[in-house]
């Protein structure tokens, strides 16, 4: 189905009604997504994250910079007066026009990228899907078309990473830890820029008006975001290259600066460097090579685009997923053959069981239900919803395989491979189990995110759903 956009003239419509639909309407169309109405404990938590989010990445990034990463040692010298909270401020690298020249070229060439190479790949590699490629239907019934290249746009990126690191020397490996702190400034620009921009444009100049939503309270609408899939043009989708690049594309990029200045520092790569760099570079190239299996995911399918993915994408996930190799920079780890072997086995079985859980859903919906999942045709709930045009759709949820073990079980293989990430560490500091420890809480969070959107969206057919696979991520436990 092709894409259908409204038109630049939408007119501007009272904010504080929630789109001008009633309750009962609300109950009617049978709206999904995320909330018409705030609570004030979700609130008090947006306000919150507004708040001290930034503060947590400064904190994380200066622990390691003026601490070797140790995130008790700061505190440590606040309560004994050793340092004022003036004195940390004054030893963090400020802004400087290096690292916004070096932020302003990465960002437009990811744009470039993204905007000017129509995909390739995907004429000449078996299995991968790129190309234009239909999203999920949107709570009001659209459907769009995306261009899929972010694999193209990681190869062509590294490709020039590694011609520049072994023939053209334009610029050095370490040029991304050299300047990490200062890009953390550039970074957080960028992000409070675009989350702002969507916005004001969510009031003036919507792409969809249909797909805003606007709660009435200004600090949820500009965190959680008003518009679901904003857009310039036809195909500059927010959402899509802000969650893809430049972020994930940067993230493999940074492990590698990281291993650059190992060498540098001492002389070699530790191999826990070096399992960081395989584990999560896996992560990444699964997430560019399913990158159309990531258009029906919660991201594009539920989240709007605010605060909570503008910044997010742009600080957040580059600055603190990426602490492991931060971390090995000061404090390098030599482990044993068993803990490697140990580490690698856990990442690798987490890996299997994220992308064999995914795989199957994707097999499951592109067959509606005529394949076969260990060797037998799936069993599903049939499930009846409605989008804000009244149109009623069809929906079938999967209750074989991995999904009728835990109705989250990809989640499961998610948070095994962040804590091989963390283990890979040593445990001589907590620092870089921030990781498992925040994954744990965003993905408890999705799912019951996840779930209140689809109990709402499919009613009484979610319930037999639960009934039939009781379990949400944890077999027997969660």
Known sequence: MAASQSSGTTKR??????????????????????????????????????????????????????????????????????????????????????????????????????????????????????????????????????????????????????????????????????????LLWCANILGYSVSTFAFIKAYLFPTNAKDCKFTGNFFYNYMMGVEFNPRIGSWFDFKLFFNGRPGIIAWTLINLSYAAKQQE??????????????????????????????LKTIDICHDHFGWYLGWGDCVWLPFLYTLQGLYLVYNPVQLSTANVVGVLLLGLVGYYIFRMTNHQKDLFRRTDGNCKIWGRKPAYIECSYNSADGTKHQSKLMISGFWGVARHFNYTGDLMGSLSYCLACGFDHLLPYFYIIYMTILLVHRCIRDEHRCSSKYGTDWKRYTDAVPCRILPAIF
Request: contains cysteine.
């Open 13 to 182: 419509r009272n904010k504080n009604v929630s789109n001008g639909v009633s309750g009962s309407e609300k109950e009617r169309l049978g709206q999904w997504g995320r909330a018409w109405e705030v609570d004030w404990f979700s609130l008090i938590s947006v306000i919150l994250l507004l708040c001290f989010a930034p503060f947590i990445v400064f904190y994380f990034v200066m622990a390691c910079d003026q601490y070797d990463c140790s995130v008790t040692e700061p505190v440590a010298d606040l309560y004994t007066g050793k340092s004022s909270l003036a004195d940390i401020w004054n030893r963090a690298p400020s802004f400087t026009w290096t690292a916004a020249k070096i932020y302003a070229i990465w960002v437009t060439f990811q744009i470039v990228l993204y905007m000017c190479l129509p995909d390739l790949c995907h004429k000449f590699l078996p299995g991968y899907v790129g190309g234009v490629q239909e999203g999920a239907r949107t709570p009001a019934g659209t459907v769009n078309n995306y261009e899929i290249n972010g694999l193209q746009c990681w190869i062509v990126t590294h490709a020039v990473w590694f011609a520049n690191a072994y023939y053209f020397k334009w610029f050095s490996p370490t040029i991304i830890f050299d300047n990490w702190i200062p």
């Open 265 to 294: 520092l001492y002389g070699q790569v530790t191999n826990s460097m070096i399992l960081v760099n395989v584990l999560q570079g896996i992560y990444v190239l699964d997430f560019f090579w399913n990158e159309a299996w990531y």
